[in-house]
């Protein structure tokens, strides 16, 4: 999980031109062949954009490079970042691809969590990534190289990825948002009548003997 703590730790896009003339779809295609961060986000900054991602992503080499820019870009302008969300919420939704995925679960938790100064922010963010992620979602994940699809596993997927990414975060306060606020509220979702065998058990159990308004004003 190196790539998450760098994610955490923040990432300055590399400056990039802008797209050149050329039909919305050839630019889409073009700056995901060549990894052009800067490109891709001012596309998706518009409806149509995001549209032309999401047909363009039935195709899976284009699906996986997307994903992977999309998880890691950490922009700077809230109305970028508005638009990077929702394009990963729907990319989440749609696809059946489990390292997709893991790719964008992976991306929206860093973003939540960089975003969550409080305890208060921390919980409202993480009611609202859990609600929206439910709308919609196509919940299975498709065996690579077989026709075989998997229900409820997506979500099962998203927990997993959750859990590796806790082992990674060194601050409590992103311990805190994973384990007490996103986790609860992922286990409820996939197995609401039981609680879980083992999520962070050490960790939980520590950040129970401490008040969380301390913990998130410590930090900043």
């Known amino acids: 999980m190196l790539a998450a703590m760098v994610l955490i730790a923040g990432r300055t896009v590399p400056a990039q031109p802008h797209p050149q003339t050329g039909g919305l779809r050839h630019q889409m295609i073009e700056a995901v062949q060549q990894r052009n961060e800067i490109t891709l986000l001012d596309l998706i900054r518009e409806p149509a954009g995001r549209q032309e991602l999401l047909a363009l ?34 990319l989440l939704r749609q696809t059946d691809d489990e390292s997709v995925v893991k790719e964008l679960c992976l991306g929206l938790l860093v973003s939540e969590i960089r975003e969550a100064r409080d305890s208060s922010m921390a919980l409202t963010a993480a009611d609202a990534l ?31 990825t959750a859990d590796a990414l806790t082992k990674a975060v060194l601050e409590i ?15 409820q979702l996939i197995s609401p009548r039981r609680r879980p065998k083992r999520l962070f058990r050490e960790q939980h159990q520590r950040s129970k003997r401490h008040s969380p308004a301390n913990l998130f004003g410590n930090y900043s």
């Not at 700077?76 to 990963?88: D, G, I, M, Y």
């Not at 992103?174 to 384990?179: A, M």
């Not at 606020?181 to 992922?186: D, P, V």
């Open 57 to 90: 992503s039935d195709n899976s080499v284009f699906e996986v490079g997307a994903a992977k820019m999309l998880a890691a870009s950490l922009p700077q302008s809230p109305e970028v970042r508005k638009a990077l969300r929702q394009t990963e919420l729907s």
């Open 130 to 160: 859990y609600d929206d992620i439910q709308k919609d979602l196509n919940d299975v994940i498709r065996l690579r190289g077989k026709e075989e699809v998997i229900q409820g596993e997506k979500l099962k997927t998203m927990l997993e």
């Open 173 to 187: 306060r992103e311990k805190l948002f994973l384990n007490e606020y996103w986790l609860e509220r992922m286990f």
